[in-house]
């Protein structure tokens, strides 16, 4: 299980950076309210990025506005709808969007079990807006 953990982390963290290039490729980040913004690009319930990483990836990939999922193709245990407008859990919030460190490992959010690479996200004067994570979930 280690062995696979490691090679999805590193998966993840693949993940993530062609996320970071994807938003880029719209503009800087900026925040204007409750909504997120990559150039002129509304990112609040938009799928084009994440589907567009899981497609090229595999592995999922969420925005978060401050704790909160505004993009993401994550779905709750029991449910298939996309987990929109859902907090981090709140080791991943004092460790990533308090404390600008970036998380990989295996973490339990919205009743799963994740091979996850959360990192920080800030706008383009540096303040940290969010966050943004790659994964897969892990079964059995």
Request: proline content about 2%; aromatic content about 6%.
């Given at each position: 299980?280690?062995?696979?953990?490691?090679s999805r982390i590193?998966?993840?963290?693949?993940?993530?950076a062609?996320a970071?290039?994807?938003?880029?490729?719209h503009?800087p980040?900026h925040?204007?309210?409750d909504?997120?913004?990559?150039g002129?690009?509304?990112?609040?319930g938009?799928e084009s990025?994440v589907d567009?990483v899981?497609?090229?990836?595999?592995?999922g990939?969420?925005?978060f506005l401050?704790?909160?999922?505004?993009?993401?193709?994550?779905?709750a245990k029991g449910?298939s709808?996309?987990?929109?407008?859902t907090r981090?859990?709140?080791?991943?919030?004092a460790?990533?969007l308090?404390?600008?460190e970036?998380?990989?490992g295996?973490t339990?959010?919205?009743?799963?079990?994740?091979?996850?690479?959360?990192?920080?996200l800030?706008?383009?004067?540096?303040?940290?807006?969010?966050?943004i994570?790659?994964?897969?979930?892990l079964?059995?």
């Amino acid at each position: 299980m280690a062995r696979d953990l490691t090679s999805r982390i590193k998966a993840a963290r693949h993940a993530v950076a062609l996320a970071r290039r994807l938003l880029a490729e719209h503009g800087p980040l900026h925040v204007k309210g409750d909504e997120m913004f990559a150039g002129a690009t509304l990112l609040n319930g938009d799928e084009s990025i994440v589907d567009a990483v899981y497609e090229e990836t595999l592995f999922g990939c969420t925005i978060f506005l401050g704790p909160v999922r505004i993009a993401t193709r994550a779905t709750a245990k029991g449910t298939s709808r996309r987990a929109l407008y859902t907090r981090a859990n709140d080791m991943i919030i004092a460790h990533v969007l308090e404390g600008g460190e970036v998380f990989a490992g295996q973490t339990e959010t919205l009743g799963k079990s994740w091979a996850i690479v959360y990192e920080p996200l800030d706008d383009a004067q540096g303040h940290r807006i969010g966050m943004i994570a790659g994964y897969r979930e892990l079964l059995g």
